[in-house]
């Protein structure tokens, strides 16, 4: 099927879907123009090395109100994922890749405040050279505990691939509305119930 023949589509949702990658998902994210939903769960994607995320319509507002790409193992284009977030009012639902290190991941919550459905990525630094406490350029640690704490609306939480166990404090003071936690996280996310009470 082409995606040129569903230019109307507003959901899609694919799961445990494989035989395609991210110029497929170009295609589509460049023909449905009017996209309210769009989530991979569990796919098999290919890494084509194609820059999908920047294929949305690029006008100044969209309809998206769910985007879940955490499966595709392939690197996006962080500066279009950001512009799209902006963009993006409805945005409810972000389920991020093991791409989006801890560092943009506070820079989109810092725009999507609305969130209530948060996947985190990697929840840890991917640069090489990478510390735990990374330190913005007037040398002073991102506050990454606020930023979670003005995310009043997020009631579930995945994510927290390769997590850094410097990092786990920055989320407890979402754990007060938290109604679900995708308990797949390792290691220390054992703590958390301590903090969710």
Not at 61 to 83: G, H, Q, W, Y
Not at 95 to 124: C, D, E, M, W
Not at 136 to 160: H, K, M, T, W
Request: net charge negative; hydrophobic share 40%.
């Amino acid at each position: 099927m082409s995606a040129k023949s569903f230019p109307n589509f507003k959901e899609l949702v694919l799961v445990c879907y494989d035989g395609f990658g991210t110029s497929g998902l170009a295609v589509i994210t460049t023909e449905c123009r009017h996209l309210r939903v769009l989530e991979l769960i569990e796919d098999e994607v290919s890494d084509d090395d194609v820059d999908w995320i920047s294929c949305f319509p690029s006008e100044d507002a969209t309809n998206l109100e769910s985007m879940c790409f955490d499966c595709v193992e392939a690197p996006i284009k962080f500066d279009a994922l950001e512009r799209l977030v902006v963009r993006s009012p409805l945005l409810t639902k972000l389920k991020l890749n093991i791409f989006v290190p801890i560092g943009k991941l506070y820079r989109l919550i810092l725009r999507a405040p609305q969130l209530t459905h948060l996947g985190t990525g990697s929840f840890s630094p991917l640069e090489i050279d990478a510390q735990p406490h990374q330190l913005q350029a007037d040398n002073q640690e991102p506050d990454y505990a606020s930023a979670f704490a003005a995310c009043r609306s997020i009631v579930c939480l995945s994510g927290f691939r390769d997590i850094v166990p410097d990092y786990l404090p920055t989320i407890f003071p979402l754990c007060v509305n938290l109604t679900s936690l995708n308990r797949r996280c390792r290691n220390c996310l054992s703590t958390l119930p301590g903090y969710c009470t």
